[in-house]
């Protein structure tokens, strides 16, 4: 799926933002305090509304006045799909204070699907829709067959076709009552509707894949217990547990491996250990011809393979990855192929991959239409892309373009 818009209003330092992003690659810039970090905790915040529901979503945060003051949250997702150009817009207000929801829709390029305010909720049928569109195509062929007599039924079809093309141009904003569906059930202000009618839209199915990593190094360090195979977790803890699920994927294995020894040379070999009497799972590194535990590894090593597994294991979810400074404690030609390795993965998966950055090398990597400024101003977090707002700017030598602030904004300090 093809990333195409998020807007975010009411959330920690953001009033109202929007991101467009121009490609499938996406790099924040901005000064500690900016609020990269406050975008991506809203994405979090967001993911976790749709799919456990309001109050567990503030329950991770802990603090309600930690997220925001302001009496209404609204995100906004739109997604295309570029196998059949179908467009999906969901939309999610919610009262953080009263750990409810205020407004939802969902909709396509086509058709408004799903709407609800408050206790109120309307879905399409998509039965009585699917009768529409057969009598529709009957009243297509009849015109057809008709075009060439100039007679009433050619008329009373074509005024038909006219009045199908009112009513279609009213789904594409709101549910008409005759197509409305009946919902007996009770749906609760905590819950969405996105997660109890549509798990099977590709939507739904992006959002719960979204993913935001903010490795530790130290925890993939230590011997852990096997847990959470599913996927990566934020900081990392379970890498060992999702590379020995990997391993049982012999292309990835070995991309893998090379992709490591290509970026940190002196590892030859990944290894994973488990306890003779436990079910714990340890992390070992063949360096020459010694075999390491990770504890004797560098956080870079570490850091830089949390995030090569990230990407493989993520690449064909479909979604969005989100890699905060991925260059920390990585050599900076290493950090060039990392940055390579994540724009190669993108071209071919539909996958779409956004980090955070205060590193010239980062900047001096990517294109200027893949560059966000990220700005505190008053006290509110500002997005605004490198290309729009320098359309004229030279591509080469984005980094001192970025430090000399020819970018006009997202600078480092």
Same mark, same amino acid.
Do not use: C
């Given at each position: 799926m093809e990333l195409q818009r998020i807007c975010i209003r009411g959330f920690k330092s953001i009033e109202d933002v929007i991101f467009e992003p121009k490609t499938g690659f996406s790099c924040l810039v901005g000064s500690n305090g900016a609020g990269k970090s406050n975008f991506c905790d809203a994405l979090i915040f967001f993911k976790n509304v749709v799919v456990k529901g309001v109050s567990s979503a503030i329950q991770e945060v802990g603090d309600k006045s930690l997220l925001t003051n302001a009496e209404e949250t609204c995100f906004t997702l739109r997604i295309r799909n570029p196998e059949t150009s179908h467009e999906y817009e969901y939309v999610l207000s919610i009262n953080i204070q009263e750990s409810k929801i205020i407004n939802e829709r969902l909709s396509t390029n086509l058709l408004s699907?799903?709407?609800?305010?408050?206790?109120?909720?309307?879905?399409?049928?998509?039965?009585?829709?699917?009768?529409?569109?057969?009598?529709?195509?009957?009243?297509?062929?009849?015109?057809?067959?008709?075009?060439?007599?100039?007679?009433?039924?050619?008329?009373?079809?074509?005024?038909?076709?006219?009045?199908?093309?009112?009513?279609?141009?009213?789904?594409?904003?709101?549910?008409?009552?005759?197509?409305?569906?009946?919902?007996?059930?009770?749906?609760? &202000?905590? !819950?969405? #509707?996105?997660?109890?009618? $549509?798990?099977?839209? %590709?939507?739904? /199915?992006?959002?719960?894949? @979204?993913?935001?990593?903010?490795?530790?190094?130290?925890?993939?360090?230590?011997?852990?217990?096997?847990?959470?195979?599913?996927?990566?977790?934020?900081?990392?803890?379970?890498?060992?547990?999702?590379?020995?699920?990997?391993?049982?994927?012999?292309?990835?294995?070995?991309?893998?491996?090379?992709?490591?020894?290509?970026?940190?040379?002196?590892?030859?070999?990944? &290894?994973? !250990?488990? #306890?003779?009497?436990?079910? $714990?799972?340890?992390? %070992?590194?063949? /360096?020459?011809?010694?075999? @390491?535990?990770?504890?004797?590894?560098?956080?870079?090593?570490?850091?830089?393979?949390?995030?090569?597994?990230?990407?493989?294991?993520?690449?064909?979810?479909?979604?969005?990855?989100?890699?905060?400074?991925?260059?920390r404690g990585i050599h900076p030609q290493a950090i060039v192929e990392l940055i390579s390795f994540i724009k190669e993965t993108i071209l071919e998966n539909t996958v779409n991959v956004l980090v955070t950055t205060h590193s010239e090398t980062v900047v001096r990597s990517c294109n200027l239409d893949e560059l966000w400024l990220v700005d505190k101003i008053k006290g509110s977090t500002k997005l605004k892309n490198a290309k729009i707002s320098n359309p004229h700017l030279e591509e080469s030598s984005l980094d001192q373009a970025w430090l000399m602030n020819l970018l006009n904004g997202g600078l480092p300090w």
């Open positions: 699907i799903y709407s609800r305010k408050t206790d109120n909720v309307e879905k399409l049928n998509f039965e009585k829709f699917n009768s529409i569109i057969e009598d529709l195509v009957l009243k297509i062929k009849y015109v057809e067959d008709n075009k060439s007599i100039k007679s009433k039924e050619y008329k009373k079809a074509l005024g038909s076709l006219i009045d199908f093309k009112k009513t279609i141009e009213t789904i594409r904003t709101e549910i008409p009552e005759s197509l409305r569906e009946n919902i007996q059930d009770e749906l609760s &202000s905590d !819950k969405t #509707g996105l997660s109890s009618y $549509f798990e099977d839209e %590709h939507i739904y /199915e992006y959002i719960s894949n @979204l993913n935001i990593f903010r490795i530790n190094p130290l925890a993939p360090k230590l011997p852990n217990k096997i847990f959470n195979k599913s996927n990566l977790l934020m900081y990392g803890e379970n890498l060992a547990t999702i590379l020995l699920e990997l391993q049982n994927d012999e292309v990835k294995w070995n991309t893998l491996h090379e992709l490591l020894n290509l970026i940190v040379p002196s590892i030859s070999e990944i &290894s994973l !250990k488990k #306890g003779d009497f436990d079910d $714990f799972l340890s992390l %070992h590194f063949k /360096e020459d011809t010694r075999l @390491l535990p990770a504890i004797s590894i560098s956080d870079g090593t570490i850091y830089t393979l949390a995030i090569l597994t990230a990407i493989l294991w993520n690449q064909s979810k479909k979604s969005l990855i989100i890699i905060e400074e991925p260059e």
